[in-house]
């Protein structure tokens, strides 16, 4: 009879909306604890850089490589959509030459790590390209590395494009065309409008992923954020202070894109709030 009643009262408790089963509980329970943890984090992090000699001067041999990591990221994101995109529509279009390009650029960069990649793209394929059309030596190796970052965010993103269309019902679609608007048109004026709900978030998450994946350029020797850190180092044999400087910086970036990203997102998906 307890085991009876102990199902009954769960079944009740489950039937409770969720408004109010949160209402019911302590606000210590619900509370961003998390937002607090990472706040402690950041000041101790920058109290120490503040006030700790040689924190001060890893920051000062490590802070050049920001703008080049925040440069870097914004071309990688802006290269990468534009080859999702394309990728993405060729991948459902009814042509079928476009269609396999396009799958066969996905499978094979998703088919083969980041690191080895970025190695072969950058030290390899895009070196002995620029030699065949007689520009040998043209590309600079920070561009050969950002190109080579993009191409396989952008097999990533063609997914992400990929689905987002596919999401939409086909009834759109028809009646799209039984207005007149030819396929181009109802891609364009009916589909991807509505696919965006859909896209974006997942955008969001690779442009931070992007902004950490920076980090993979210094393998090449771009000078960015870990780059530098490698560098100092190395010289000064300060790897403590180097270290969780280099922490500090990645960590104060992503917060601000996660934020940034977070109030775009709400405002995009602002008209559907009452549905959530």
């Not at 650029?105 to 072969?120: A, D, N, Q, S, W």
């Amino acid at each position: 009879m307890a085991t009876s009643g102990s199902a009954e009262a769960a079944r009740g408790r489950a039937h409770v909306p969720r408004k109010r089963r949160a209402e019911e509980e302590a606000w210590w329970q619900s509370a961003p604890w998390w937002v607090g943890i990472i706040i402690a984090v950041m000041v101790a992090m920058g109290l120490k850089l503040l006030f700790d000699e040689d924190y001060d001067l890893a920051w000062s041999n490590i802070i050049p490589g920001v703008w080049i990591t925040i440069r870097s990221t914004i071309y990688i994101f802006i290269i990468a959509l534009v080859l999702g995109l394309l990728a993405g529509l060729g991948q459902v279009s009814n042509n079928v030459v476009a269609r396999n390009i396009a799958r066969a650029y996905v499978e094979l960069v998703r088919g083969i790590p980041i690191l080895p990649l970025i190695f072969t793209l950058a030290l390899v394929i895009i070196p002995d390209l620029s030699a065949a059309v007689g520009a040998e030596n043209s590309v600079p190796n920070d561009w050969r590395a950002i190109l080579a970052l993009a191409l396989i965010y952008g097999a990533y993103m063609a997914e992400i494009f990929r689905g987002g269309i596919q999401s939409i019902a086909r009834g759109q679609t028809e009646a799209g065309r039984s207005l007149g608007l030819s396929r181009r048109q109802t891609m364009r004026s009916v589909v991807m409008p509505q696919a965006a709900r859909s896209i974006i978030p997942p955008i969001a998450n690779d442009f931070i992923a992007i902004l950490k994946d920076t980090s993979l350029l210094s393998v090449v020797g771009v000078l960015e954020i870990t780059r530098r850190t490698r560098q100092y180092s190395a010289s000064s044999f300060k790897f403590t202070e180097a270290f969780f400087t280099m922490t500090f910086i990645y960590l104060a970036l992503v917060l601000a894109l996660s934020t940034l990203l977070t109030f775009f997102e709400s405002w995009m998906t602002r008209d559907r709030a009452g549905e959530r």
